[in-house]
């Protein structure tokens, strides 16, 4: 079964590899909410980054995602670490308050979507 397509800043690409996240490569614990980098292959064989955060409670429930279109990176793994660092902060930046006011929002998800 393939991923579902998402468009972002022009790309078209698979959210993520079901082998990934099957094998558990890409997935991470910080403050007990599941995190993905996801790697997005764009136009002239450049990588984008894709947070994905999960609930710390049910594990399962998709509560953000977070994109930014603007930054290509060289490989495949620089990608995939720029999105647990967008991850990691938007965690912190909900535990301490703290108002993403800088943060453009995008489509909704269950709780809303970011794109920065």
């Known amino acids: 079964m393939e991923a579902p397509r998402r468009r972002m800043a022009g790309l078209t690409g698979p959210w993520f590899s079901l082998g990934q996240l099957a094998k558990g490569e890409c997935m991470h614990q910080y403050n007990n909410h599941p995190i ?68 453009t929002h995008s489509a909704p998800l269950k709780a809303g979507a970011l794109s920065l």
Do not use: M, N
């Open 36 to 103: 993905y980098g996801i790697s997005i292959l764009g136009p002239e064989k450049k990588w984008y980054g894709r947070g994905l955060i999960f609930d710390a409670e049910d594990k399962v429930t998709e509560i953000k995602r977070l994109e930014c279109p603007e930054f290509a990176f060289a490989t495949e793994k620089k990608a995939q670490e720029h999105a647990l660092k967008l991850c990691k902060k938007w965690i912190d930046e909900q535990r301490s308050g703290i108002d993403a006011s800088s943060l």
